[in-house]
């Protein structure tokens, strides 16, 4: 297969979600036949994977078999790596994020994203931080709507009771773990259809990640949540579904398997998963 090189197109005319409207129902959001390249190097090899609306989709294996590169393909932030190209499709709703037309903006806006370490605006209020994504995308509420907004991410976060009496204190001045989710209320503001989580917990203390696992379970029906985590027993919580990716000795990453959480863990079909998810490897 041959390599698509990357060509952003900001100018497209897709639609997006109205911000400060009522939010949109959650996505189902589908790979097909993803192959991905930093140069000559190969990282993902016909990687195809079908993510459910409304449901948590945890992405597991060892480092270095692609799960963040493709948790990035989803959202057209590999893209951002000059040496980087892909082939394949990213289907949300059945329509390829990566079609001619399609705005890059766009894409960003309906699937957010979530990194491993916290990056709030660290000079930034924390009410700021949380609406700075309106700015980004250029979108204007009133301020009462506005307020509104930023009470609501607050809370499906998990953090409004915690800071609604220090919301213009300064983002960077708050906890690990508060710090995470208040970036996960910046992501909602946005109103997006599909929440992307890179490690969310891998800095965070065992407290923190409880809250942020909390977090996760009470926002997956609102909107489809997909976790990059090489904490097994965190997938098992927070998941629905599980997809096993493996890179063998050099080469490509690619799904060995993937299906019901329960069933990945409890029942699985290849032997490697069963090695993976039993701590005899990885």
Not at 45 to 73: E, H, N, W, Y
Not at 130 to 144: E, P
Request: glycine share 8%.
């Amino acid at each position: 297969m041959s390599t698509q090189e990357i060509d952003i197109d900001l100018t497209g005319t897709a639609e997006s979600p109205t911000i400060g409207a009522a939010a949109l129902p959650p996505a189902g959001i589908e790979a097909r036949e993803m192959c991905a390249w930093f140069g000559d190097h190969y990282v993902l090899d016909r990687v195809s994977l079908d993510m459910p609306d409304g449901q948590v989709t945890a992405l597991i294996g060892p480092s270095g078999c692609g799960k963040s590169t493709f948790l990035r393909i989803l959202n057209r932030m590999h893209e951002l790596i000059p040496s980087a190209a892909l082939a394949g499709e990213v289907l949300l709703d059945g329509v390829d994020v990566y079609a001619p037309g399609r705005r890059l903006t766009d894409a960003r806006r309906q699937i957010g994203m979530v990194f491993q370490k916290p990056n709030p605006f660290p000079a930034m209020s924390i009410y700021d931080n949380t609406a700075a994504g309106l700015q980004l995308t250029g979108a204007r509420l009133d301020r009462d709507a506005k307020d509104d907004l930023v009470e609501e991410c607050l809370t499906k976060a998990g953090l409004w009771k915690e800071v609604r009496d220090r919301l213009r204190q300064p983002g960077g001045a708050l906890s690990g773990g508060q710090q995470q989710r208040l970036c996960i209320a910046r992501a909602l503001a946005v109103r997006p259809r599909v929440l992307l989580m890179d490690e969310p917990c891998s800095a965070l203390d065992p407290t923190s990640t409880r809250r942020i696992e909390q977090t996760i379970g009470e926002l997956a029906a609102e909107v489809t949540i997909v976790i990059v985590t090489h904490n097994l027993q965190q997938a098992a919580r927070v998941s629905n579904r599980c997809a096993f990716f493996l890179a063998e000795q050099g080469t490509p990453g690619v799904i060995v398997e993937h299906g019901p959480t329960d069933a990945m863990f409890n029942h699985p079909q290849d032997p490697r998963t069963a090695d993976y998810v039993h701590g005899r490897f990885g």
